[in-house]
């Protein structure tokens, strides 16, 4: 028997999903140890439930410091720069979303809780060069996506999945960060980067710095990339340095260290990655 209810949840679902809208937001109350923060949710019907805790921010806490300079790469709506920006305390975390729509988001959460934290939302995309970059959705309201033309994909089912297309800005980041923040640069000390398969080619891009200022990073292998674009992911990262270990979410300290091997174990998971000679438990 069909349940009617749940065919007129799909059409509506899809329906959604092919026709643009602006979505606002509703601004919420999370309780944590130190006192209650505001976070504005997005109301984007297709959005992940983005929800943080006190569990996220006693995660950050172990690789930011109060002062310490951070930076989240592919922020989306706020959900890891806020956590971010509390355990730095007043220290600046650059928080980068190239989408417009949800810039919006990350703009007004930015500009909640300024008592507790210093979130700087930059439109722009990190990019090696500066310019105009064409990203794709899977909905016409652009709530999931990114640059995955940089991406080999070679059963073509995830970018099938994302044919809405959005001009987006990039900038050389690097150069952006020596031009802006050359003061502030020795106290950066954790890097998120989440671009839906384009972080192997951020991390190249940022060489240079992760080389000389040994920031903790975060990035996210994708289900979609092959087993040699899993390799130049942790390539990226141990040529600079780096030891990869298998993240189960941000909650709790790693302990699994990921190799071109047991990488292939898993379609999706996130990478927390410490310079050699950093010890895990801080």
């Known amino acids: 028997m069909i349940k009617i209810p749940n065919v007129v949840a799909r059409i509506k679902s899809e329906r959604e999903r092919r026709t643009f809208k602006e979505y606002g937001t509703v601004v919420q109350t999370i309780e944590l140890a130190d006192g209650p923060v505001q976070f504005a949710k997005w ?14 921010l006693d995660f950050f806490k172990q690789w930011v410091k109060s ?27 650059l928080a980068l979303e190239p989408n417009p729509y949800v810039f919006k988001v990350l703009e007004e959460n930015a500009g909640l809780n300024t008592d507790r934290t210093n979130i700087v939302p930059l439109n722009f995309a990190a990019t090696d060069t500066d310019g105009s970059f064409t990203f794709e959705y899977s909905d016409a309201s652009f709530c999931n996506g990114g640059f995955l033309s940089k991406i080999k994909d070679q059963a073509g089912e ?43 080619e951020i991390i190249r891009s940022l060489s240079k710095l992760l080389k000389e200022f040994h920031p903790v990073v975060i990035t996210e292998c994708l289900p979609a990339l092959d087993d040699g674009e899993r390799h130049e992911l942790l390539k990226s990262l141990t040529d600079n340095g780096y030891i990869p270990y298998r993240l189960n979410g941000f909650t709790e300290t790693p302990t699994e260290r990921l190799t071109e091997e047991n990488s292939k174990d898993r379609s999706h998971f996130d990478i927390l990655a410490v310079p050699e000679g950093t010890s895990l438990n801080r």
């Open 43 to 56: 109301q984007h019907p297709l959005e992940a439930p983005g929800d943080f805790d006190q569990s996220h």
């Open 67 to 93: 002062g310490d300079m951070a930076i989240d790469i592919g922020a989306f709506t706020g959900d890891t720069a806020v956590p971010m920006a509390l355990a730095a305390g007043g220290g600046p975390v």
């Open 158 to 200: 995830h970018k099938a999945q994302h044919k809405y297309k959005l001009e987006v800005q990039g900038q050389d980041f690097e150069r952006y960060l020596r031009t802006n923040y050359a003061d502030q640069l020795s106290s950066l000390t954790f890097i998120k980067i989440d671009a839906e398969g384009y972080d192997k």
